[in-house]
């Protein structure tokens, strides 16, 4: 049996996960080592730290969803009518995004690097598409995520069809082998197997063109969330092995951390192992992670979250533009906070989340979400038309009819 109603889970879970981006993004103008867009002068170790942690899951993840999500809006559509909604929803966003959203976020960072000119002075070198960094100042940032997820519904949409067709039937009826037991974990496998031998020659880039372990790797959380929603046993599984999904992640991020803490990694000199298996070995505790909390998530999830809420329907509707929105208000804040002095990291990342989040959601509140035009540029869904209402009868109709009967 199909599922083809929205699971309220998911929707909190993709509200969590972007509330997690915040955390993450704000925090980003404060951590040590990590590069970005505005630093401030001292960063901290231990948000470094913690960023890490969430950027092993986070991404993962909300492809995951995403997956989800792209099930449902196969739902009664054709492959074209599936493609032309992705369209409307993902790409041009993501054109909104790289000519209007973005180029603030570029333009304060030419500020710190020295450039003494007006915005509406800089902004034409926008339209001479020379990719950002490299002198350039086209780019999508923060939206890379909307710019891969709308490649891979455009890829594998004949594959969906066919997912969620009656022609697919005999495939899902053999997926339903891996709800048993714990085989459903079988599905990590190809995501782990590629991110250990593709990531050390192939670093994260986001670019898309020099990006080729991860553009694989996010792939895989995406096939592997649409292919669990479209055989719930395979959910139903994760929801029972949900305890085991976590002992999974937890038990590789100690191992993980413990290492790292100690120096102990690959190519330092701390490294007691020779062979060349250990070092991907140890490569392979990120995915393992990853796998493991994501898994986890749903699981949990889908036992303690399947439940709708009067609120659930304005907060997913808000969470895209949201995302959309928030990194050029972190970086337009950022650029006056970093200049405050006798402030501590900690007021200034606390100070950095609260106004990004007030800024943020009340420019969708009440200068997107109302108009149908704006609606449209941030991938939202038209605006419900009211229903019509219908009037009781008056005395007089109640009487005609009494008459005529």
């Known amino acids: 049996m199909e599922t083809t109603q929205r699971q309220s889970y998911l929707d909190w879970l993709r509200i969590l996960s ?13 951590v040590a080592e990590d590069d970005w867009h505005i630093k401030n002068a001292q960063t901290s170790n231990l948000l470094m730290e913690s960023n890490h942690f ?16 792209s099930y449902y809006m196969m739902q009664r559509r054709s492959t074209l009518s599936f493609i032309g909604l992705r369209f409307r929803r993902l790409f041009i966003p993501l054109l909104v995004g790289m000519f209007i959203i ?26 001479n598409f020379v990719p950002y960094p490299k002198g ?10 909307i710019a891969y997820l709308f490649i891979y519904d455009l890829i594998f949409a004949p594959m969906f069809a066919w997912l969620i067709s009656p022609k697919s039937d005999g495939f899902k009826q053999k997926l339903a082998a891996l709800a048993q037991g714990k085989w459903v974990y079988l599905l990590m496998l ?6 250990t031998f593709t990531s050390w020659q192939l670093p994260e880039t986001n670019d898309l063109i020099h990006d080729g ?40 991020l100690m191992m993980w951390e413990v290492m790292r803490w100690n120096k102990i990694e690959p190519q330092h000199e701390n490294w007691p192992f020779h062979h060349i298996l250990f070092s991907y070995a140890f490569t392979a505790l990120r995915p393992v992670i990853a796998w493991g909390w994501v898994l986890a998530l749903v699981g949990y999830g889908k036992h303690y979250f399947n439940r709708s809420h009067k609120v659930l329907n304005y907060l997913n509707q808000a969470v895209y533009p949201f995302y959309i929105l928030h990194q050029t208000v972190i970086v337009l804040v950022v650029y006056y906070i970093v200049q405050t002095p006798n402030e501590s990291i900690l007021s200034k990342y606390i100070y950095t989340v609260g106004i990004t989040f007030f800024v943020t959601v009340l420019t969708y509140h009440l200068l997107i ?23 009781a009868p008056t005395e007089e109709i109640r009487a005609v009819v009494t008459l005529s009967t």
């Not at 972007?18 to 404060?30: D, E, Y």
């Not at 969430?54 to 999500?69: E, K």
Request: glycine share 8%.
């Open 18 to 30: 972007i509330v997690g981006v915040l955390f993450f993004h704000s925090a980003m103008p404060f």
């Open 54 to 69: 969430l950027h092993l899951f986070r991404m993962p993840l909300l492809f995951f969803i995403s997956g989800t999500v």
């Open 102 to 127: 973005v180029p603030p976020q570029i333009f304060m960072e030419r500020l710190v690097h020295g450039y003494k000119g007006g915005f509406w002075d800089w902004y034409p070198s926008v339209f």
């Open 136 to 145: 350039g100042s086209f780019s999508w940032h923060h939206l890379w995520f």
């Open 190 to 195: 190809p995501g782990i197997i590629w991110f």
């Open 213 to 252: 372990c991860y553009f694989v790797y996010w792939l895989f959380f995406v096939l592997v969330g649409f292919i669990c929603i479209t055989q719930p046993k395979l959910m139903d599984s994760l929801e029972r092995n949900r305890r085991f999904a976590l002992t999974i992640g937890f038990l590789s």
């Open 369 to 391: 979400r109302p108009y149908a035009l704006t609606r449209f540029l941030f991938g939202m869904k038209p605006k419900d038309k009211p229903k019509p209402v219908i009037e």
